[in-house]
């Protein structure tokens, strides 16, 4: 159960399920992108879901989403150089953060960075 910091009454399964409905309106759906054994450690793939060209990087065992674009001049950031969870842009080394998109080197950039889950093996992104 949650607490409203308000009341500090509990809500009820139902409310719960109201929010978390309006929530997942809000943020998208999950789509299945591919098996988790056809994304190797350090490595990573594009895909396209819901017209977005999306880079998926599955590094220190963990995966990430973020627009493959970068908005530099359009390189595919899918075929950059990962280090220490930043991707380096192949064209002119832009540097983007795996974990939220953002510029490495002016956090104030960022290009969309997408929630990552894997169910029953299958990578599943929400967009």
């Not at 280090?83 to 950039?109: M, Q």
Request: charged share 25%; hydrophobic share 40%; with cysteine.
């Amino acid at each position: 159960m949650i607490r409203n910091s308000k009341s500090e009454s509990p809500k009820s399964d139902q409310q719960m399920s109201d929010l978390e409905l309006a929530w997942g309106a809000f943020m998208g759906e999950f789509h299945p992108v591919f098996r988790v054994d056809e994304l190797a450690e350090g490595e990573a793939r594009l895909v396209q879901v819901a017209d977005k060209l999306i880079a998926i990087f599955r590094h220190e065992g963990q995966y990430f989403a973020i627009d493959d674009t970068c908005p530099h001049m359009g390189d595919s950031l899918s075929q950059g150089y990962v280090e220490k969870g930043i991707v380096t842009c192949p064209w002119h080394a832009w540097r983007f953060r795996l974990s939220d998109g953002a510029w490495a080197d002016n956090p104030r950039i960022n290009i969309g960075s997408y929630p990552v889950r894997v169910v029953d093996g299958e990578i599943q992104i929400q967009v």
